[in-house]
């Protein structure tokens, strides 16, 4: 039998209405007992108290079946050991949830299995267990055979001492936990928190020693571009999902395929499974009216909730006005240094930042020989201090270094040496025309720089603050225009949506302290070497002596 959960054609089910579950060799007797217990579960927060069998969604009654049908009774292994549910608000996700896991406990061949619920936030948590207790509760049958102790948030099935609980999402919490379900809903709130990962290895290692453990992830898009965990956890079950990975995960994602228009209102059913139940796409429209009315900001984090749609760029109201142009100029191939230096008849790079707390930022910016395109490829350097100083961005920057676009140092000063030896390699490949640095920083650079072989004379001093202003309106119109194009790195997305603008009479200022917390470093080396490069250099321009610009 074959257990492949991939779903390959996931673009035309979507668009047609069709089932996200592939075709799977259920066992039917378990797939369709666990269906009989999840439809007669009563909605305890509904008029009429409805059974799920009338008010819940097929799309999920396909999820039950799918978990519950995967389990082997004779060899007693369970063949879908994780399940990955993206869908937005309003589909009943924590009301399912719990009816979900209920389920699991009422039909567990273990005896005094324990299965586990876990939420971002107290509120969530207690939402989800008193749904579940208000379905026994409303039940004869099940009142007589359940233990609820709403106390200790713990419901026990007296038949089996199968019970559920209630968790917090912490490693001294889940340590030491052999569950034979776990269900977090909401990962994608959790995905940044410090030791989310440890968390999630703590939970599938108390399931390994039960062959018919399973683990549910459940949740919506994050509001923020996706990190850490999250991130992960998405892009595995988008490989499954796509076939480029094969495991025993069943990846059921309400997305948009590339190509559709989210603003599109004619196209949200596509990612409304629940519609019809507990939410209509009309019921959707006016709150989107008043997103839109808010703002770009407000529309897209609304949009990520209510559509599912993936944000790689925040956008704030007091944006850089180049962010709005930022994402439409990446381009459809990466770039690389290498790129660069292969398509470019001239380059100036710009370095910015280094201090133990920030980042250390390096822009190359190349001209294209027949476009004359500008084309630019950033890194950035972190040191150990600053995932210290900066835990709620930790996660972040891990994932920037696996992207290839930052480099976690472990000493100090490879950063800086690290650097050299890159402008190093521009100039050998005779196309450097000039590095820009901000003068309070030049003293370990310019050494550094020196050390490696580049020029003197082709080390600028770039003046900061409102002087920036003519870099910052170049970018702006450069990308406006479609001529600066990018590769479109995840890096450097975060940092155009962290930068805020500040207007200083006629002039607009971008600084590292208007964006708070958040960096920006390897933007205002961007903005450093945009002022080299709309001088427009020639080939082998060579400046005399150190000035400042």
């Known amino acids: 039998m074959s257990w492949k959960t991939s779903c390959p054609d996931w673009q035309s089910k979507i668009q047609s209405g069709a089932s996200l579950c592939p075709p799977l060799p259920l066992d039917a007797r378990m797939a369709d007992k666990a269906l009989a217990v999840f439809n007669r579960l009563r909605l305890p927060d509904v008029p009429g108290n409805p059974t799920l069998a009338e008010a819940g969604g097929d799309w999920f009654r396909e999820i039950v079946r799918a ?6 009774a004779e060899e007693q292994v369970r063949h879908i050991r994780e399940l990955f549910i993206l869908c937005p608000k309003k589909s009943s996700k924590t009301t399912y949830s719990a009816a979900l896991l209920l389920t699991a406990v009422l039909v567990s061949p273990r005896p005094r299995g324990e299965f586990l619920f876990i939420g971002p936030t107290q509120e969530i948590s207690d939402l989800a267990f008193k749904q579940a207790a208000g379905m026994i509760e409303i039940d004869p049958v099940l009142s007589a055979k359940c233990l609820i102790q709403h106390h200790v948030k713990k419901i026990t099935y007296r038949p089996t001492g199968a019970f559920l609980k209630v968790k ?3 490693p001294s919490v889940v340590t030491g936990s052999k569950p034979s379900g776990v269900l977090i809903d909401e990962i994608h709130v959790m995905g940044e928190m410090n030791n989310a990962d440890r968390v999630i290895g703590q939970l599938r290692g108390g399931l390994v020693s039960q062959p018919e453990a399973f683990l549910v992830n459940i949740t919506t898009q994050s509001e923020r571009a996706p990190a850490g965990v999250f991130k992960s956890e998405l892009m595995k079950a988008r490989k499954v999902r796509d076939g480029s990975l094969e495991a025993p995960i069943l990846p059921i994602l309400y997305e948009f395929p590339p190509g559709i228009d989210w603003r599109d209102t004619n196209k949200w059913w596509m990612v ?3 519609r019809g139940k507990s939410i209509t796409v009309d019921r959707l429209i006016p709150d989107y009216e008043q997103a839109q009315a808010s703002g770009e900001e407000e529309l897209r984090r609304w949009a990520s909730q209510h559509l599912n749609v993936e944000i790689g760029l925040a956008l704030m109201s007091d944006r850089w006005a180049g962010a709005d142009f930022w994402e439409i100029q990446a381009a459809p191939m990466p770039v690389t240094l290498q790129t660069i230096l292969a398509e470019c008849e001239v380059v100036d790079v710009g370095i910015d930042g280094g201090g133990l707390d920030d980042l250390l930022g390096l822009a190359v910016l190349g001209r294209r020989r027949e476009t004359h395109e500008w084309l630019l490829w950033t890194h950035a350097w972190a040191h150990p201090s600053v995932l210290e100083r900066r835990k709620s961005e930790a996660s972040r920057f891990h994932d920037f270094a696996k992207d290839g676009d930052l480099t976690l140092v472990k000493q100090i000063g490879d950063d800086v040496t690290e650097v050299a030896d890159i402008v190093a390699e521009v100039e ?3 196309l ?3 590095v820009g640095v901000d003068p309070s920083g030049l003293g370990g650079i310019i050494e550094a720089l020196h050390a490696a072989g580049v020029p ?5 001093g770039i003046s900061q603050g409102w ?5 910052i309106k170049t970018a702006e119109r450069k990308l406006a225009e479609g001529v600066l194009v990018h590769g479109g790195q995840s890096l450097m997305n975060w940092c155009v949506g962290n930068a805020k603008v500040e207007p200083r009479g006629n002039a607009v200022i971008i600084t590292k ?12 080396a961007m903005f450093n070497a945009v002022t080299l490069m709309s001088l427009n250099p020639v080939t082998n321009n060579i400046t005399q002596g150190f000035v400042e610009l």
């Open 456 to 460: 003197p004379e082709k080390i600028i």
């Open 272 to 274: 409304t499974p629940n």
């Open 513 to 524: 302290q208007a964006a708070g917390f958040a960096k920006i470093d390897p933007l205002m």
């Open 428 to 430: 050998a490949a005779g």
């Open 467 to 471: 002087k920036m202003t003519g870099a």
């Open 432 to 434: 450097l025309d000039q």
């Open 67 to 72: 978990l519950f049908g995967s389990y082997d």
């Open 168 to 170: 917090s999402f912490s």
